[in-house]
């Protein structure tokens, strides 16, 4: 079972950083994982942030594309989002999630929506003031 843990939420004013961190347990290493970063706002659906896929390749959401980074560690169990430039609209809950992923020489899955994805940690909240 895997288990995931976020943490480095605060509260920023406009402009400011935070970078989060997620911990995860239970991996397999027989098993490939697509992992991300999605957030909630009150009364919004969850959205996804940014993505790395068991290839390796990162995508972003247009919203915070050239502000946020998706990364992982160098034990691959832990995944970090530094949040540059940040807004008010950035205010959310913010998850880590994961997933056993298919990838081969011709085909690589990429699960985008929040509803593909298997394991998710408690969250950590992000206030961006103006």
């Known amino acids: 079972q895997v288990h995931l843990v976020e943490s480095g939420g605060g509260s920023v004013q406009a402009g400011g950083s935070l970078r989060l961190s997620c911990v995860a347990s239970?991996?397999?290493?027989?098993?490939?994982?697509?992992v991300a970063w999605f957030r909630q706002a009150p009364e919004r659906s969850r959205e996804g942030v940014a993505y790395?896929?068991?290839?390796?390749?990162?995508t972003y959401a247009d919203s915070v594309k050239g502000r946020f980074t998706i990364s992982k560690g160098n034990a691959l169990n832990n995944l970090y989002l530094q949040m540059n430039s940040l807004k008010p609209e950035d205010t959310a809950m913010y998850y880590c999630?994961?997933?056993?992923?298919?990838?081969?020489?011709?085909?690589?899955?990429?699960?985008?929506?929040?509803?593909?994805?298997?394991?998710w940690g408690l969250g950590t909240q992000v206030t961006v003031s103006s």
């Open positions: 790395i896929d068991s290839d390796g390749i990162t």
């Open positions: 239970g991996y397999t290493t027989v098993s490939r994982y697509c």
């Open positions: 999630a994961a997933k056993v992923c298919y990838c081969s020489s011709s085909y690589c899955s990429r699960p985008r929506a929040h509803s593909e994805y298997s394991y």
